[in-house]
């Protein structure tokens, strides 16, 4: 059973950072694609940000330049690095793992920017 813990979240102000870390419980993690997807209130659940298996990354336009996604295969964990954080930045923020067709959610962690 794949587990995924995400920690990291809080109230930050607009312009602050903050750092998300996701800690996963499996053996296939360094094969797995990973990846971070947000929801905000009355909205759908969106991908931010994606790291493949060889560190090839993805973005959302919304956020190119200001996330940045990584990955520590030792570890088993991914982390999202956000800078520049806006109001619209608002959201629950979910670790996501794929890997040859099943999927696996964090609990989500809440990010707030807000002055």
């Known amino acids: 059973q794949v587990q995924l813990v995400e920690s990291g979240g809080g109230l930050v102000q607009p312009g602050g950072s903050l750092r998300l870390s996701c800690a996963a419980s499996t053996s296939i993690f360094s094969i797995a694609v990973m990846g971070w997807y947000r929801q905000a209130p009355g909205k759908e659940r969106e991908l931010v940000a994606r790291?493949?298996?060889?560190?090839?990354?993805n973005y959302v336009d919304s956020v190119k330049g200001r996330f940045t996604i990584s990955r520590d295969n030792a570890k088993t964990t991914v982390a999202l690095q956000m800078n520049s954080l806006k109001p619209e930045d608002t959201a629950v923020y979910y670790c996501?793992?794929?890997?040859?067709?099943?999927?696996?959610w964090g609990q989500g962690t809440q990010v707030t920017v807000s002055s």
């Open positions: 790291i493949l298996s060889d560190g090839v990354t």
């Open positions: 996501h793992l794929h890997f040859l067709g099943a999927t696996y």
